[in-house]
């Protein structure tokens, strides 16, 4: 090994010796000469050029691949080009200038107008040599210009960044400081875009950089005030806390002070991004728990049926039903639950008391605006929704569907326990996630994935734990009709009139003028809801959640800190003590063989017969939260008799866990993949079967549709005289299928077809185009076309429904059309690029083929369009053997590493996520491709 002075270690290669070519001059002697020479002399400087540009090129690749910080493919088809374009040019000139071996001069002055024919080829060839060589130059430019800097102010001690050959950086430090810079540098190396668009997202300044059609986002984002929440939290912290966060910064502004090449979009939006600052991580971490929380989007939507559609309290529970705890498995079983005796006295409320169901009746239809500043209110959804320049930004948003988290313990395995995880969230290109191996030294070992923009590793493993997160669905955000006063400056509350809070947001447009906004906030900062997260029709909603709350203190962010230095199940809860959300599932193991369950957050204690539901009065404190569940008393387990523990977005806790108020409902997904998994492994337990890393990964990989055989008896059960040929064709197929959801399968794409179909059911009623996807609204719908519910959209004929969807369906694409390849596949597009022109989002955006439903254990969550395009699904996979940390343990991260779309590294791990192939765990068993050092500036 060798090291230069920039820093890098390198190997030797052995030395290329140039070959001597053929010397032909004399077969190309020329005979006599005409004006028209000039042509081959001007063939022959650009070919000069261009061969001194591909030595160039290819001198620049060739040093920069021995450093080891370069792609090798751009330079490669940079020199394929000036080869297939020059090389042919030779011939044509030398014809065209009356070669003697070609065409005589008088031949050519016969059939060619000389000096013509000279200019057209002089501009032929030189406007290919300028193409060639402008293409080289961009594509060395764009690789030349990511260099991590060698020295750095503030480090304590040396940080060595180790990249293997998928780009996966292993930062070694010898603090928590100095491994935050560490990680600030490649985060910004590698995801620089990624990084401010989402802290714009959080600041809510996404238009004074992309224009008019973001601007919806930043009045979300300004009407819950994110940002100001992320400042809050910042002033929370410790000097330590905020020095090791300040480090981050540190590392993140270093590598913009380089002078990089900024990434593209960077470039097509021509600003360049500002310094980092610690709430700039801070909103980041806001904004994911924002996008993680489903309750409120459920809300608004049962409160549009009651106002826009006129659905009552007692069909939209019946449209939108609670998980069936008797029906269907729970995460934890009541004997399992490892936490004191909670003294239930009775059962938690199921359903809301008779004062707010006659309430939320009394609203039916009631469309008339009682906002403070309704014309502001008014304006701003008009704005939004019919002036063709500000339509709604398509910022796809970083949504959870069905998410996986499962642990086996040695019980099972016969060694020491196995932990899976695979969490399903908006599939995007660059990735959510970004693959890293951290090593503090006499400190902490840790191999995971992190946020871009956010120290610390989500999910992941130490050298002695490992843990997997998915998504609760519990319910911890509320909304209250706020009693608004006649001239609109206070709302009644408790018999007094309080005046609202308010402050004014001045949103900044590119080319256009500034959007000003009123947000409108109660006493105790509950912020009043307007477009676009509600449209403005009816009394106002002021949201209650503790992430924006003033009077939590929310110190999420520490807890991704101190999971770095977790070993046990005890250092393990005191890591996500202070966690406040959004409320998640964390499965755990360690090497000393405990597995274990956790449900941290805060979860409210709400007032008996307040189910948090739907929308309560707001005019009362009889509603307002008592307080939240203590943590030692939120769900948990600690190895459990059966020896496994599931979770996949279905209901964790068991019918009689709770007290009065504690009721744990939420949105919930239906119990398909929970049991699917649960069952897998009880027949491998049965068959006296030692589970392994290749088991898991099979599970991991499954996509069985017990959807489907739910469903059997509605095909059986459809007329065959209401059938079309081809649709009776199929549903005899259907009825000999085996319900697997491979790529490839004919039947699958009818199946789903057919199931969006059976979703309209609802949608006159409820003005919605197809309603009950993965959600427990699909509970009702099954039962509807089991004969279990009635249902008026059927027109009392279910069966008959259900027949006609499916002669829908099977019309609706070409028969042939294969799940997952020519339909279904997994699209993994760019935030924002993606609503370009195509010619520029096919740049960004990458897809591939994909299996499996919403409801499978390989999730592939769709959209419904011609396409069927899935853009929910596993976003990481990992699965860790507590017995071989180091050697057993697998993980992926598509689609992958760079955010840069030229580089070989931004879509490298899609075709094996396709696969279902994984990289090794590893913390140090891995080939190294190049290292880097990083120094203390003096």
Not at 68 to 74: A, D, I, R, T, Y
Request: charged share 20%.
């Amino acid at each position: 090994m060798q090291q230069d002075r920039s820093g890098y270690e390198y190997r030797a290669v052995p030395r290329i010796e140039e070959g001597a070519g053929d010397d032909d001059s004399e077969n190309g002697a020329v005979v006599g000469c005409s004006p028209l020479c000039c042509g081959t002399w001007l063939c022959a400087c650009g070919f000069a050029f261009a061969l001194s540009g591909a030595a160039w090129v290819f001198t620049v690749w060739a040093t920069r691949q021995l450093a080891g910080e370069c792609s090798w493919w751009p330079y490669a088809v940079a020199i394929l080009l000036v080869l297939v374009l020059v090389f042919p040019a030779i011939p044509v000139a030398v014809c065209l200038c009356g070669s003697g071996s070609f065409i005589g001069r008088k031949k050519a002055k016969g059939l060619l107008c000389g000096r013509v024919v000279e200019v057209i080829c002089g501009l032929l060839f030189s406007v290919a040599f300028v193409v060639v060589v402008g293409i080289a130059c961009a594509l060395v430019y764009l690789e030349t210009g990511h260099r991590i800097p060698r020295e750095i102010a503030g480090l304590s001690d040396e940080v060595t960044i180790e990249y293997d050959y998928n780009d996966i950086p292993h930062i070694t430090a010898s603090t928590m400081r100095d491994a935050f810079l560490g990680i600030g540098l490649v985060h910004a190396r590698h995801r620089l875009w990624e990084m401010e668009s989402e802290r714009r997202l959080g600041k809510g300044t996404l238009s004074e950089v992309l224009g008019a059609d973001s601007l919806s986002a930043d009045m979300e984002m300004r009407n819950l005030g994110l940002y100001l929440a992320a400042q809050r939290v910042l002033a929370l912290l410790s000097d330590a806390e905020k020095d090791a966060l300040q480090g981050y910064c540190d590392g993140v502004n270093a590598y913009i002070d380089s002078n990089p090449h900024l990434p593209l979009e960077f470039l097509i939006f021509g600003f360049k991004p500002a310094h980092w600052e610690p709430v700039d991580s801070l909103v980041i971490a806001k904004v994911m728990g924002f996008e993680l929380s489903t309750d409120l989007d459920a809300m608004i939507t049962r409160w549009q049926w009651l106002i826009e559609h006129n659905v009552s309290y007692e069909r939209a529970l019946q449209l939108y039903p609670q998980y069936n705890r008797s029906a269907h498995l729970t995460g934890l079983a009541l004997d399992e639950m490892s936490v004191p005796s909670v003294g239930v006295v009775e059962p938690a409320s199921e359903t809301e008391a008779p004062e707010i169901i006659n309430f939320y009746n009394s609203l039916r239809g009631h469309k008339a605006s009682t906002y403070p500043d309704a014309v502001g209110a008014a304006e701003a959804n008009r704005l939004l929704t019919s002036t063709p320049s500000v339509q709604p930004y398509d910022f796809e948003p970083l949504r959870h569907g069905p998410s996986n988290n499962f642990v086996v313990s040695g019980k099972l395995t016969g060694t020491g326990p196995i932990l899976a995880n695979d969490p399903h969230l908006t599939l995007s290109s660059p990735g959510v996630w970004f693959g890293m191996r951290l090593t503090i030294r006499g400190l902490s070992e840790a191999v995971g994935v992190a946020f871009p923009g956010v120290p610390g590793i989500v999910i992941g493993h130490t050298e002695h734990a490992a843990w997997g997160v998915t998504t609760t669905a519990a319910d911890v955000q509320d909304l209250y009709v706020i009693d608004v006063t006649a001239d609109g400056q206070g709302y009644h509350y408790d018999g007094q009139v309080l005046p609202f809070v308010t402050r004014q947001e001045v949103i900044s447009i590119k080319d256009k003028d500034p959007y000003i906004m009123t947000v409108y906030l109660t006493q105790d900062g509950m912020p009043l809801l307007t477009a676009p997260l509600v449209h403005p029709y009816g009394p106002p909603l002021a949201l209650k959640w503790p992430a924006i709350d003033p009077a939590v203190d929310d110190l999420t962010v520490l807890s991704f800190y101190k999971l770095l230095l977790v070993a046990n199940w005890t250092d393990f809860r005191e890591a996500l003590r202070g966690f406040v959300g959004p409320v998640h599932n964390f499965v755990f193991a360690s090497d000393n063989g405990d597995i274990g369950y956790l449900m941290p957050g805060l979860l409210p204690q709400r007032s008996p017969g307040h189910t948090g539901l739907f929308p309560v009065p707001g005019n009362t404190s009889a509603y307002r939260w008592r307080d939240y569940i203590p943590f030692d008393l939120l769900p948990q387990s600690l190895n459990p008799e059966k020896g496994y523990i599931v979770t996949a977005n279905n209901q964790i806790t068991p019918i009689g866990y709770e007290k009065p108020g504690w009721n744990m409902h939420g949105e919930y997904l239906m119990h398909y993949r929970a049991q699917r998994i649960s069952d897998l492994i009880e027949q491998m337990a049965a068959a006296n079967h030692l589970i392994t890393v290749e088991d898991l990964r099979t599970i991991q990989l499954d996509v069985a549709s017990t959807q489907f055989q739910d469903l059997l008896p509605a095909i059986r059960g459809m007329p065959e005289s209401a059938l079309s040929s081809v649709a009776s064709e199929w549903r005899q197929k259907l009825l000999v299928w085996d319900g697997n959801e491979v790529v490839g399968s004919e039947e699958a794409t009818v199946f789903n077809s057919w199931v969006l179909e059976l979703q309209r059911v609802d949608s006159n009623e409820l003005g919605m185009t197809q309603w009950g996807d993965w959600s427990t609204a699909w509970a009702h719908i099954l039962g509807v076309f089991l004969g279990e519910e009635e249902d008026p959209g059927c027109d009392g004929d279910c069966p008959l429904f259900a027949a006609q969807a499916l002669n829908t369906a099977v019309m609706r694409f070409t028969p042939g059309k294969k799940w997952g390849s020519d339909l279904h596949r997994a699209q993994f597009l760019h935030p924002v690029m993606s609503s370009a022109p195509d010619y520029v989002g096919c740049i960004f955006d990458r897809t591939a083929e994909h299996g499996g439903d919403c409801n499978t254990v390989n999730a592939g969550c769709f959209k419904d369009n011609s396409e069927m395009g899935m853009t929910i699904g596993p976003s990481y996979r990992q699965i860790i053997a507590l017995s071989d940390i180091n050697g057993g343990s697998k993980f992926l991260v598509p689609p992958g590493q760079s955010g840069e779309p030229l580089s070989q590294h931004y879509a490298d791990m899609l075709k094996p996520w396709s696969a279902g192939e994984y990289l090794s765990m590893s913390i140090s068993d891995y080939h190294t491709a190049y290292r880097v050092h990083v120094s203390a500036a003096h």
